[in-house]
């Protein structure tokens, strides 16, 4: 089974956020940059279908510029066996992403494509669904464990009411979910030889997918500063504050 997993590169998720002055994007410059968090779970679910024996060949794409080779490199160190950049610039909507996989969907042929359940720097929540319209792929979306059956593949899938599990015709979509399994740490050894694997770069016109984009941030804000909380010595006392200060009751 050839898989293909997506990686995003985001800032940091321990780095704070800073807007910048003229309120247009956020602050990238000396930013900590890396895999987004359920694309390494993505990576890492990949390779442990691949250590059972299941998967033949995981192949990692990253949409975005040529920084997020750094991520593809890691992808590589944590056992991925070759690397896909679509090299764009600017703000994609993730329709345009959708569409660029799609491309690499329709070339590579995988019979799995695993993505994150969403990218932590827009939260959009999207894209792997986007792509399973595209592609007409079934979807198990949000999963939090994954077994391939015979010539199926069972996805249980975290809902509002608890868990459900989906059979899914194979080529099938996946994205994961925050308890789908804890990503490893690449070794040293690993790491020097993901410089060796192989990395191509592509862009949006060799795969004849027109990225222009309906997409336009007007304004990007911090969140309101939140105060600090207080400490109160009885019940009389709290409700008080919560009539009179906070006004909730
Ligand atoms: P989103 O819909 O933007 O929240 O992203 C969901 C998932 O789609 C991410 O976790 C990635 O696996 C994939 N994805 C989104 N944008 C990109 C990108 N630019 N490059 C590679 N994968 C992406």
Redesign the pocket.
Known sequence: MKIL?????VIDYNVKVRVKADTASVDLSNVKMSI?P??EI?VEEAVRLKEQGIATEIVV????PSA?QEQLRTALALGADRAIL?E?GGE?S?LA??K??KAVVDQEQPQLV??????????????????AALTGFAQGTFASAVAVAGDKLNVTREVDGGLQTVALPLPAIV??DLRLNEPRYASLPNIMKAKKKPLTVVTPAELGVSTASTLHTLKVEAPATRQAGIRVNSVAELLNCLKNEAQVI
């Open positions: 997993v997506t990686v995003k590169r987004n359920f694309c993505a794409v990253s949409v975005g997020a679509v764009t994609l993730s992403v959708a660029l996989l695993i993505l994150g359940k969403q990218a932590i720097d827009t939260d959009n929540n999207q894209t792997g669904q986007m792509l994205t994961t």
